[in-house]
């Protein structure tokens, strides 16, 4: 006798129990129950579902083509093709989508707004279209990366001014040790940090000079390029001084020092001042080392209170 295959031509009125007690009358267990297509009006209730998408997935299938999987050995929702199918769309959303983590797996990932691109995430890289607005702020970011030039708009005007960054600051009183010249406070600008035309550095420097007869110098360097500036002897004195330096072409600067120094006290008098202009000539793709150095005769002649280094962008 051959197998035999319940075909259900209407939606069932008997239970597949029944149906499986009577494949055993015919077979006396020695053959499975096979029901080719089984219609139900409620609901169908099984403890297992197999299909070609792999062994214990369940796969879904339109017009013939498996499209969906649910199994992987994780119990995943899966496309039946990799990059080949939606889950919502443009007139059917998602309302909401929680998630630990977004990863593209292969190639970029690109968010998008109304169906722009506003984002692009490739590896630990992203590149932002368009503006950030940072409402707490008011603040309008063309880029996100300070180093690419990140501007700031002023007030709720149409002008813009660029991003002025702390890199360095030091605190840690430092003095000369003999004559000298003696490093006091020192900061090595990175590789590429003047990358382009139009940034630099400001570098405010502060500190102290002994009441004595001793000469007293202090100089800022920009690597090779020094200045010097010769301070009050016989006074408690204090100083303070600036440099900047703009990058104005492959391997070129421009720097303005300027160095002031009076009587230490509380009493208001005018103090003496000196400014210089040079033009410095150091490759911006190695490191750059800036400091102030001073000469002196007996110890802490000179000291150093503090520096501080900000990035002009």
Not at 42 to 57: H, N, R, Y
Not at 91 to 106: V, W
């Amino acid at each position: 006798m051959a197998d035999t295959t319940f075909v259900s031509k209407s939606p069932p009125t008997v239970s597949t129990s029944w149906l499986q007690d009577l494949n055993d009358l015919f077979y006396k267990g020695t053959k499975p129950l096979t029901v080719t297509t089984l219609t139900a009006t409620t609901s169908v209730l099984t403890p297992l579902v197999s299909t070609p998408a792999g062994a214990g997935d369940l796969g879904f299938n339109w017009n013939g083509t498996l499209t969906w999987i649910i199994g992987g050995g994780t119990g995943s929702l899966l496309p039946a093709v990799d990059n080949n199918s939606n889950l919502g769309g443009a007139a059917n959303r998602i309302k909401q989508l929680f998630t630990p983590i977004l990863d593209s797996g292969a190639g970029s990932l690109v968010v998008k707004g109304a169906g722009t691109p506003a984002l692009t995430v490739t590896g630990a890289n992203l590149v932002a279209a368009g503006t950030l607005t940072v409402n707490g702020a008011t603040a309008t970011l063309p880029t996100v990366a300070m180093l690419t030039g990140s501007t700031v708009t002023i007030g709720t005007g149409s002008g813009i001014a660029t991003l002025v960054g702390v890199a360095n600051v030091n605190t840690t009183a430092v003095g000369n040790v003999g004559a000298g010249p003696d490093d006091m406070m020192t900061y090595t600008l990175p590789v590429n940090s003047l990358s382009v035309n139009g940034k630099g550095i400001r570098v405010r420097a502060w500190g102290t000079t002994a009441n004595n007869a001793n000469a007293k110098t202090v100089s800022f360097n920009f690597g090779g390029s020094s200045s010097s500036f010769t301070l009050s002897a016989s006074i408690a004195g204090r100083w303070y001084g600036e440099m900047i330096v703009i990058r104005t072409g492959s391997s070129a600067q421009k720097s303005s020092r300027w160095m002031s120094e009076q009587q230490a006290g509380a009493t208001l008098i005018a103090p003496k001042t000196a400014l210089t202009e040079v033009t410095p000539a150091e490759a911006e793709t190695g490191t750059i080392v800036v400091k102030c150095q001073s000469l002196g005769v007996a110890a802490n002649d000179v000291v150093q209170e503090g520096m501080l280094v900000e990035f002009l962008n």
